[in-house]
């Protein structure tokens, strides 16, 4: 929590958390798809895996594309192009061949040779001539018929029946069988009287084309609104198989009308509402310290609502895709900065708002929170960096265990599971080792402080520490002793005992500008005698201001850091302040010069601290320590704290101050426990026993008693 915690919120602050979550809210729904989203996983002459499905609308089953290419290609086999016949192009390349048999270039033919050229001729114009190309084409297309039209008939001839220029060329050379003859006819360039009288005709054909693939319809039967589509276990046939596809293809171009639309809308807000309301219901109940801390509650929303929105914005297909991502996370995070229940409660309610951008989420939400889960059981209490590794692991195997079984559960066999499913499992665990990077980012972006910075905080190698231990010997000692105080106490009542120990190894940082100042680094010299009481106070209170600029110079986290101000909280230096009330008597005291800047306390182990630093300092000056003593000097401070209202801010319970002086009391006892006396030796009462007094002269010289 932040320094503001401790106070009581008012309307203003809960109208912000209000919008803050009408805003999460909004932003949730919004992003979840409007349609009915298909997402299923489905082969055909496989088991269906899923719940029942029970048609919402009325659509029609479409074919498959194997089976509409495969209609296609035989409607494509009975197309047959459209030629136009030029009768004209037979009437002048007929007589052309006349006249020059009679008087041009092919008199002098021997008769019966141009007898046998005119018949040729004759026959391959009345058998129709095509373009070389357009013979080309229909053969590469397998068109095994056309349609010729010829004035208003339009009739349809085989292709093996009709010729192009080239073969109908060579059809004409073949009048004589005779080599000689063929070769004497080849000088006659007869190809000139050859010319195609069937010109292909474009635009019928394109028009035919078009209308035989028209007749093609994409769908084959319809589905009826209500009818049942297939039950969970049973076999996907061919025709289910056509069913189910086309059901994911009418919900991916299905709009709902207006009515409808608004219906689902506020259906999802609702949900989405629920949800929020019974996550931060139980943070106001049983964690109000998240709620009263504005940077705590933001954190909560975010750790809530990010995965959710990813989960959205994916597509819906595969399905398995939305397994990607590391809601493992979310828990990992939780269990980190808050606790372990606040961490179960929000990953279930993450994954809860991550389910419903999916139709079938129960998959989904048995895996995740199995995972997160685990990954929360494995992290119960973070020490290193290193420990993130087997939780990924951990949660990573959970989630591939859970997801089998599921399946397994289902009818599916070994053979029948999705490989992908298990990529996708797996990618989202080695996600989860970016919890180690993330871990500085959200420290820095939200104030907290992990329970691995604290390890490394309170080692005493760190540079503030060292340094601590050369200029400031004494206060040294003094915060490693109160240290182990408040670690033990925090340990009794159940609060942060990692926190509270490096709080105190850092609360009085601020003495090592004037360490000789401070009783616990004087020796034998007190600089306090020479100063007058307003000073001394000044010196003495100055160590939580400058304490406060060491621990900004070193980058204390902000939770250390608070130790600093709190451990004395708005008290006086009561030496010096009694002091100057014997010297000044009827006079009122300068109040602020003798007072530390504060706060009071406003958590926990801040009171703890603040008890165990005046106990531990107050410790060293008694006479004799007995336990009547030490147990009369607890009670005394604590009970003193108590009454002058330093711990009214913060949510520490009389049962909990109770438990903290009993263990102040056997610490202290145990550190300055009192040693045995051993008697004297007497000489003379032993003299006529030379071996004992010798082997009991040798047993204390073995031990220098």
């Given at each position: 929590m932040t320094k503001d915690n401790h106070r009581k919120y008012g309307t203003r602050d809960i109208l912000t958390r209000a919008l803050l979550i009408v805003a999460c809210v909004v932003v949730v729904t919004l992003?979840?798809?409007?349609?009915?989203?298909?997402?299923?996983?489905?082969?055909?002459?496989?088991?269906?895996?899923?719940?029942?499905?029970?048609?919402?609308?009325?659509?029609?089953i479409y074919k498959s594309d194997e089976a509409l290419q495969a209609e296609r290609d035989?409607?494509?086999?009975?197309?047959?192009?459209?030629?136009?016949?030029?009768?004209?192009?037979?009437?002048?390349q007929v007589l052309r061949l006349r006249h020059d048999l009679m008087?041009?270039?092919?008199?002098?033919?021997?008769?019966?040779?141009?007898?046998?050229?005119?018949?040729?001729?004759?026959?391959?114009?009345?058998?129709?001539?095509?373009?070389?190309?357009?013979?080309?084409?229909?053969?590469d297309s397998g068109v095994s018929r056309i349609r010729v039209i010829s004035g208003r008939e339009a009739k349809t001839r085989k292709t093996d029946e009709i010729f192009s220029t080239r073969s109908a060329y060579g059809y004409v050379l073949s009048a004589d069988s005779s080599a000689a003859h063929r070769e004497q006819l080849?000088?006659?360039?007869?190809?000139?009287?050859i010319e195609a009288n069937l010109n292909f005709d474009r635009s019928r054909s394109a028009a035919?084309?078009?209308?035989?693939?028209?007749?093609?319809?994409?769908?084959?039967?319809?589905?009826?609104?209500?009818?049942?589509?297939?039950?969970?276990?049973e076999i996907i046939t061919p025709q289910t198989y056509d069913i189910l596809k086309s059901l994911e293809k009418e919900s991916e171009v299905r709009n709902l009308p207006s009515r409808g639309m608004r219906l689902m809308i506020g259906g999802q807000l609702l949900l989405v509402l629920v949800t929020f309301s019974c996550f931060f219901v139980y943070i106001k109940m049983y964690r109000p310290e998240y709620f009263c801390s504005l940077r705590t509650f933001i954190f909560l929303l975010v750790q809530v609502t990010i995965f959710p929105i990813a989960t959205s914005l994916l597509p819906a297909t595969p399905r398995a895709l939305i397994f990607v991502l590391p809601f493992s996370m979310t828990g990992i995070f939780m269990r980190i900065f808050t606790d372990t229940s606040t961490a179960f409660v929000a990953i279930g309610s993450s994954v809860l708002l991550g389910s419903l951008a999916i139709a079938d989420p129960q998959q989904f939400l048995l895996v995740n929170f199995a995972a997160s889960t685990a990954a929360i059981f494995t992290l119960h209490d973070l020490q290193q960096r290193s420990q993130l590794f087997p939780t990924?692991?951990?949660?990573?195997?959970?989630?591939?265990?859970?997801?089998?079984?599921?399946?397994?559960?289902?009818?599916?066999?070994?053979?029948?599971?999705?490989?992908?499913?298990?990529?996708?499992?797996?990618?989202?665990?080695?996600?989860?080792?970016?919890?180690?990077?993330?871990?500085?980012?959200?420290?820095?972006?939200?104030?907290?402080?992990?329970?691995?910075?604290?390890?490394?905080?309170?080692?005493?190698?760190?540079?503030?520490?060292?340094?601590?231990?050369?200029?400031?010997?004494?206060?040294?000692?003094?915060?490693?002793q109160v240290a182990n105080l408040a670690a033990d106490a925090a340990a009794k009542i159940g609060a942060k005992v990692l926190l509270v120990r490096t709080g105190a190894f850092y609360h009085d940082i601020g003495k090592m500008l004037n360490p000789a100042f401070f009783t616990e680094n004087q020796s034998g010299v007190n600089p306090h005698n020479q100063l007058s009481p307003e000073a001394s106070a000044r010196i003495i209170i100055s160590h939580v201001t400058e304490g406060m600029k060491l621990a900004d110079k070193y980058h204390l986290p902000k939770a250390v850091k608070d130790f600093i101000p709190t451990h004395h909280g708005k008290s006086?230096?009561?030496?010096?302040?009694?002091?100057?009330?014997?010297?000044?008597?009827?006079?009122?005291?300068?109040?602020?010069?003798?007072?530390?800047?504060?706060?009071?306390?406003?958590?926990?182990?801040?009171?703890?601290?603040?008890?165990?630093?005046?106990?531990e300092a107050s410790s060293r000056s008694l006479k004799e320590y007995t336990e009547a003593s030490i147990t009369e000097l607890v009670n005394r401070i604590i009970d003193t704290q108590v009454k002058e209202g330093y711990f009214l801010n913060c949510p520490i319970t009389f049962r909990d101050i109770s438990d903290i002086k009993h263990v102040f009391i056997d610490c202290l006892k145990t550190i300055y426990h009192s040693r045995i006396q051993y008697p004297e030796f007497n000489n003379a009462s032993d003299k006529t026993h030379p071996t004992r007094q010798r082997n009991l002269g040798g047993l204390f010289g073995k031990y220098r008693l």
């Open positions: 992003l979840l798809p409007r349609e009915k989203r298909f997402g299923y996983d489905f082969k055909a002459g496989k088991p269906w895996t899923h719940a029942q499905i029970i048609a919402d609308y009325d659509f029609p035989s409607v494509e086999k009975l197309f047959q192009p459209y030629f136009s016949e030029d009768k004209s192009v037979r009437t002048t008087e041009g270039s092919l008199k002098g033919m021997p008769r019966d040779m141009a007898r046998q050229i005119m018949a040729r001729i004759d026959t391959v114009y009345s058998m129709g001539i095509v373009k070389a190309e357009d013979m080309r084409a229909m053969t080849t000088q006659y360039n007869l190809n000139n009287y035919a084309r078009r209308d035989l693939m028209d007749a093609i319809t994409p769908t084959y039967g319809l589905v009826q609104r209500g009818q049942k589509i297939i039950g969970q276990g990924a692991l951990i949660a990573t195997l959970t989630a591939l265990f859970t997801a089998m079984a599921y399946d397994l559960a289902q009818g599916m066999t070994l053979t029948d599971l999705n490989p992908q499913l298990y990529i996708y499992i797996t990618i989202s665990g080695v996600l989860l080792l970016f919890s180690y990077p993330l871990l500085y980012i959200v420290e820095k972006a939200f104030g907290f402080v992990s329970s691995v910075t604290l390890i490394e905080l309170s080692n005493i190698n760190t540079p503030l520490l060292r340094r601590m231990s050369r200029e400031a010997a004494g206060t040294f000692n003094h915060s490693m006086k230096a009561k030496y010096f302040y009694i002091t100057w009330l014997n010297s000044h008597p009827g006079e009122t005291p300068p109040e602020d010069v003798f007072t530390y800047p504060g706060p009071n306390p406003y958590t926990r182990e801040q009171a703890i601290l603040m008890m165990a630093d005046s106990v």
